[in-house]
């Protein structure tokens, strides 16, 4: 524990200066330690710890503008288990400390957009592609312009990046999706997008999406298809119960096909099918407790691969 806590000391005192931009810069993040065991037919286990920091410091400038900038780290007891780029750092890294996002953010009062090296996700649910957030270090997000608001009963979101990757592949992603909001406890929307791979090809994506609210309850489902000619579907269905405002329970169904997302990218395990079940509770305002374990398939073998993990995280 000693070793992770001077490793994010660390971190933080040699990125200090570039982050803390100005003197009143809005500071937030989060700091998490997730424990991950994943078994696959035929071959050995993998487990291990992978301690996260997350700081992102945003300058306000005036009139809808504003700079941001995000500090991340991880130290991995497992490489091959961790949120960062191997093909970056080396297989055999054990931690990673880099300014990973920065950029300028406008608000227009209905549209928010962002410019710069961000995190990135198509589909309601990420099915089609994600960059997420979670990441850590360079060579992990898409460098470009996003926008997200709503207008009206419809809610916005556009996309027009460039992946930040290790080799040489240059792979674009263009996508909007059109959200309406039917009733307070009722949204739908169609998803568009394109891959612009620079070298196995480029391929168009479609989407459509629901999600409708009941009570304690709410049902979340995606269905996308590919302009590949086989395997090139994807779907996800999710139910989702709150005990209370602490605690929440979720069921997650999916299957994405070899050429079903955006450059074997999606949310979800790329030429699988399966079931996520999860659990998340409040253990104050700030702190997080989650359990996931998620059972699969590989489509194409048929082979059984599993994951059990349980993350621990503070918000500041």
Not at 64 to 75: C, D, E, K, V
Request: charged share 20%.
């Amino acid at each position: 524990m000693k070793k992770i806590v001077s490793f994010m000391v660390l971190g933080l005192s040699i990125y200090m200066t570039p982050v803390a931009f100005a003197e009143s810069a809005k500071l937030t993040g989060d700091i998490s330690v997730k424990y991950e065991r994943d078994t696959a037919d035929g071959s050995p286990n993998i487990f291990g710890t992978m301690s996260t920091f997350k700081l992102k410091a945003e300058k306000d400038l005036g009139a809808g503008w504003s700079l941001y900038a995000r500090l991340g780290a991880q130290y991995a007891t497992q490489p091959t288990l961790a949120d960062y780029n191997l093909d970056a750092y080396g297989e055999d890294k054990k931690s990673v400390v880099a300014l990973d996002q920065w950029g300028v953010t406008y608000n227009s009062g209905q549209l928010i957009y962002k410019i710069g090296r961000q995190d990135v996700s198509v589909g309601t649910t990420a099915l089609l592609y994600s960059r997420s957030d979670g990441n850590i270090g360079t060579k992990t997000f898409a460098d470009g312009l996003t926008a997200v608001g709503t207008i009206g009963a419809a809610e916005i979101a556009t996309l027009l990046v460039k992946e930040d990757n290790a080799g040489i592949q240059d792979n674009k992603i263009y996508a909007i999706r059109v959200g309406y909001n039917r009733a307070a406890n009722l949204n739908y929307g169609l998803t568009l997008g394109r891959y612009q791979d620079s070298i196995n090809g480029s391929t168009n994506h479609w989407a459509v999406d629901g999600k409708y609210k009941f009570g304690s309850n709410s049902l979340t489902a995606e269905y996308t298809k590919s302009s590949s000619s086989t395997d090139n579907k994807g779907y996800v269905a999710t139910w989702d119960y709150s005990f209370n405002d602490k605690t929440e329970a979720y069921i997650t169904g999916f299957k994405v096909e070899t050429n079903g997302d955006m450059g074997k990218q999606s949310d979800f395990d790329n030429d699988n099918r399966g079931f996520y079940y999860g659990i998340t509770h409040k253990l104050s305002d700030t702190d997080i407790l989650e359990f996931v374990y998620k059972n699969q398939k590989n489509i194409s073998s048929g082979q059984n691969n599993n994951k059990f993990e349980a993350t621990i995280s503070r918000e500041f």
